[in-house]
Antibody, heavy 117, light 106 residues
Framework: QVQLQESGPGLVKPSETLSLSCTVS????????WSWIRQPPGKGLEWIGH???????NYNPSLKSRVTISVDTSKTQFSLKLSSVTAADTAVYYC???????????WGQGTLVTVSS | EIVLTQSPGTLSLSPGERATLSCRAS??????LAWYQQKPGQAPRLLIY???NRASGIPARFSGSGSGTDFTLTISSLEPEDFAVYYC????????FGGGTRVEVK
């Protein structure tokens, strides 16, 4: 059974960089796209971007200038960096696998990141 | 960017009733549409992929239909555990989600 687990600081100061990692276990990181999605408190889901195991990336145009997603296949991890954060970036951040027909079939439990001084 | 519009925003129903949720795309997404269920404090769970295929372990009371721009998720007879928020998602273009439909107890 594939499992994903997010990790990283729960509190980030405004203007700094948010950094999260997602560790994949129970399955291969190869041959899949791996996504980051976020959900502000009480609101809907927003796709941030994804990375193929080979390193190819695509980002949400609305966040593209601030986002970097990377992958480390040796550690079966992929990571998110979001720069110049503001309070609007406060959200639960999820990592997920893009499986069959580009649906998100496995998700991490999510981690709340609060942007505050 | 393809916009997904879900309706209604909230659906108030009783257990045993039929739920019909709609998702409309601003342009054709072919059949690249998925549905998710999310309960409070939990990650979304994949219900339907490719518009009409149930994901592994999803009960048969959940069904999806549609293609192009108009899609429907139907729950044939609501169980107590089905009261939740439902999202549609497309990946024909940049991946986007609909705004969600809350199914609440009447």
């Amino acid at each position: 059974q594939v499992q994903l687990q997010e990790s990283g600081p729960g509190l980030v100061k405004p203007s700094e960089t948010l950094s999260l990692s997602c560790t994949v276990s129970g399955g291969s990181i190869n041959s899949y796209y791996w996504s980051w999605i976020r959900q502000p408190p009480g609101k809907g889901l927003e796709w941030i971007g994804h990375i193929y195991y080979s390193g190819n990336t695509n980002y949400n145009p609305s966040l593209k200038s601030r986002v970097t997603i990377s992958v480390d296949t040796s550690k079966t991890q992929f990571s998110l960096k979001l720069s110049s954060v503001t309070a609007a970036d406060t959200a639960v951040y999820y990592c997920a696998r893009e499986g069959i027909r580009w649906s998100l079939d496995y998700w991490g439990q999510g981690t709340l990141v609060t942007v505050s001084s | 960017e393809i916009v997904l519009t879900q309706s209604p925003g909230t659906l108030s129903l009783s257990p045993g009733e039929r739920a019909t949720l709609s998702c409309r795309a601003s342009q054709s997404v072919s059949s690249y549409l998925a549905w998710y269920q999310q309960k409070p404090g939990q990650a979304p769970r994949l219900l339907i992929y490719d518009a009409s295929n149930r994901a592994s372990g999803i009960p048969a009371r959940f069904s999806g239909s549609g293609s192009g721009t108009d899609f429907t998720l139907t729950i044939s007879s609501l169980e107590p555990e089905d009261f939740a928020v439902y999202y549609c998602q497309q990946r024909s273009d940049v991946l986007t989600f609909g705004g969600g439909t809350r199914v609440e107890v009447k």
